[in-house]
């Protein structure tokens, strides 16, 4: 049992677009939480402990307790997020009140970021930065793509011509978006290109809960990193070489898996 | 609820046949408009969803107008899902289904259609390893569930009944066979548990009416 001064929360974690989401929403709330590292290049993140509570085996990861005593561990970021302030964010600072209008359509875009930015985004990643070979299709159709999607996002803010995704209020919606929209140079799309949505991304970072919740685990460097094209290139190198470390350990371990079915 | 939802589908997509299983079996009357992709960015639908896909839908009853299926799916089951048919109001049961949920949405969604992308569209070029790439993906988000379920010894992902967050998986596993061909079917044999939920999944009245319904959309 943990005592009363102790965090309940604990968030399982990397220096990622993704994982920055929760500690950014985590601060905006105010919460206090406790921060386990999770160190991908090693695979920690496939190891039985981490899969009893996120079968799919990526970060982020939330546990926490509830009022009576038991566990609770959650796995995706937009759900983690709707659960920190279903249960947290009674004021609302960063959400709309259940069954509102504001509420659904926080949830759309929520999803707009999680099925759509993110998948699209991390794509163009890979074939810009991280594949084996250079397929320039890959690398145009999801950096089009994700271009798109931005487009999206900057004539829906032009539009309404409020600050925010949904209205006035910063929500979990534009937290799940901002660290992907900061590192949309790492994808080779230009965030230059959408005015609008440039303006958004920099009154994201204005806000303090932003500039704090970034910072988890370690230093968001991404920002300053797009800065300096020397530096990014030898930072893709490295990422490269263990990403496709990783793409061949998950093959090995999915024939081993096979292999042992057919044992069966 | 007295008028029907307006559904903005299209008749080949997995998409939108999510939503239509879920408003199916919720019992909710719809209506169905298909739109053509070239269709997809201009009014009506680009007014519903500034994104210009399907699904999307405009309730009549609340004034209500959403889009991406899994904020669907969750706007029609708070809304309508009155005696938790699909749903659980319990925690965690109530959070663990948005982890499923979202998991679907992004894991399952994106590249189950990256891979229907390459197979649909690029045969012709020389892009092995990006198909590989989206095959061995559906392999691994399936092999999730399989384990899920095995570990868990229960027949759905969330407790003990089956809710929104089983269903919304069924159309694009339902793709698997034009996914993979020849692969689908050892994967089904590599992943049992899984098998077994969807054939449990696949045999709900609601969705059997959904693959009827689609299956008569297409011949048409
Ligand atoms: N849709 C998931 C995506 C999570 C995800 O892809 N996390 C990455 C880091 S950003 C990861 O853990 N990768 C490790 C791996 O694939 O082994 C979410 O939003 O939580
Ligand atoms: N994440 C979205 C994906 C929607 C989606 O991609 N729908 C496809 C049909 S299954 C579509 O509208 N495609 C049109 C296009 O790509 O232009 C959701 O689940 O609603």
Excluded at chain 1, 41 to 70: C, H, M, Y
Excluded at chain 1, 166 to 183: R, S
Excluded at chain 2, 34 to 60: C, H, S, T, W, Y
Aim: with cysteine; hydrophobic share 35%.
């Amino acid at each position: 049992m943990s005592t009363s001064d102790e965090p309940t929360i604990t968030l399982y974690t990397t220096q990622t677009p993704n994982g920055i989401k929760i500690s950014i929403t985590l601060e905006e709330l105010g919460l206090p939480y406790k921060v386990h590292k999770i160190d991908l290049k090693t695979d920690v993140q496939k190891e039985p402990w981490f899969l009893a509570l996120n079968p799919n085996g990526r970060i982020p990861t939330l546990s926490d307790t509830f009022t009576d005593g038991s566990p609770i561990a959650l796995f995706e970021s937009g759900a983690i997020m709707q659960y920190l302030v279903a249960r947290y964010d009674s004021d609302h600072k960063i959400s709309y009140p259940a069954h509102t209008r504001e509420f659904h359509e926080t949830n759309c875009w929520l999803f707009f970021q999680n099925a759509g930015v993110g998948p699209m985004q991390g794509q163009a990643n890979h074939f810009l930065r991280y594949a084996p070979e250079k397929i320039e299709y890959g690398v145009q159709r999801y950096t089009n793509e994700t271009r798109r999607l931005y487009g999206v996002l900057d004539s829906h803010l032009e539009k309404t011509n409020r600050p925010y995704l949904v209205g006035e209020k910063c929500t979990i919606a534009d937290i799940a978006c901002w660290g992907w929209v900061a590192a949309a140079g790492w994808a080779g799309v230009e965030i230059e290109e959408f005015p609008t949505l440039k303006a958004w991304e920099e009154r994201m970072a204005q806000r303090p809960g932003v500039e704090k919740g970034r910072h988890v685990p370690e230093r968001h460097g991404i920002k300053d990193l797009l800065k300096d094209k020397a530096k990014m290139e030898r930072i893709a190198n490295e990422s490269r070489e263990w990403v496709q470390k990783g793409m061949k350990e998950d093959a090995e371990r999915m024939e081993r898996e096979k292999q042992r079915e057919r044992e069966k | 609820m007295s008028k029907p939802i307006i559904l903005y589908s299209h008749k080949g997509g997995p998409n939108p046949w999510k939503v239509a299983i879920i408003l199916e079996e919720l019992g909710l009357p719809y209506e169905t408009k298909f739109v053509e992709f070239q269709d997809m960015k201009e009014g009506p639908l680009i007014d519903v969803n500034p994104n210009g896909r399907v699904p999307a839908i405009e309730d009549p009853n609340t004034g209500v107008a959403m889009f991406e299926s899994g904020a669907i799916v969750e706007y029609l089951v708070e809304t309508y899902d009155k005696s938790n048919n699909l749903t659980y109001t319990s925690s965690p049961e109530k959070y663990l289904l948005k982890s499923w949920l979202h998991f679907q949405m992004s894991g399952q969604g994106p590249y189950f259609g990256q891979k229907a992308w390459f197979e649909l569209y690029h045969p012709e070029k020389n892009l092995k390893s990006a198909i590989d790439r989206y095959a061995n993906e559906i392999r691994r988000v399936l092999g999730v569930v399989d384990a899920h379920l095995k570990k868990q010894g229960t027949e759905y992902l969330v407790g003990d009944k089956c809710t929104y967050a089983d269903l919304a998986w069924v159309p694009w596993d339902m793709a698997l066979q034009f996914l993979l061909g020849e692969g689908a079917k050892k994967v089904e044999e590599e992943l049992p548990t899984y098998k077994a939920w969807h054939d449990r999944l696949m045999a709900r009245p609601a969705v059997q009416k959904i693959v009827e319904e689609r299956t008569k959309a297409n011949s048409q």
